[in-house]
């Protein structure tokens, strides 16, 4: 074979594939939340707890709000969640899907969030490139509060719950709120007067929220101005 002829067949080859992938991203766009909610692979859903795996009748889908939900009691409460998922739209990428798992070990809940999209038949983690940066300081209400609760989480350590970052993917609109749980775990060893004020970091603590820019693909920061 020329070498002319096998250039021109790697070539057409490549573009081949460079379609098949340009079309494959295209029909990934017109997804709606149920086809990712179905496709989502496991390793993305890492609930724990007292909780019955889902079926038909606690599964919870909006279409028209891109929303999906796991609900704790079938055909119960839509409030009660233990996962939960939002599609967020963009003008020139794949939508970038946010997956919010809850763990519960019986004394702490925890929260596994995944920020995704589908490019072809990979799932990409975005996380890095949508978020902006947050950091646990950032939801303390004054610094002084802040430096108390490291102050005493450096000292009392495993005695005391720590934070744990919980991002709500919105059930409808594009703004999506995010707090920071203080686990109210104390061991018994720990006097009552000093469990008490720790405890009270939870009153220290606000809401942050992000809005979604589909411009750019990316969170931004709402601020109070806004």
Known sequence: MKISTFLRIVSYSIVLVALAATAFSQQTRN??????????????????????????ESTFIDLKNGYAAYLTVPNG??????????????????????????????????????FLQKKGKRWVD???KVLPKLSEEMFFVDPESYEYYVEQKKK????????????YPPREGTVMNVSLDLCDYVDD???????NNFLTVSDALKTISLKWNKEIAKFEIVTEQQ
């Open 189 to 195: 060893s720990v006097i009552e007067s000093e469990a």
């Open 31 to 56: 997804w709606k939340i149920s086809d990712f909610l179905r496709e989502l692979p496991k390793q993305y859903k890492t609930y724990e707890g007292d909780i019955s795996q889902p079926t038909p």
């Open 126 to 128: 975005v996380r890095s």
């Open 77 to 114: 409460d839509k409030a009660e969640v233990f996962f939960e998922m939002a599609m967020f739209n963009s003008q020139k990428e794949e939508p970038t899907i946010v997956v919010s798992n809850y763990k519960y070990d019986f004394v702490c809940f925890d929260y596994d969030t995944f």
């Open 156 to 167: 009392l350590g495993d005695k005391v719950g720590g934070l744990s970052m919980h991002f």
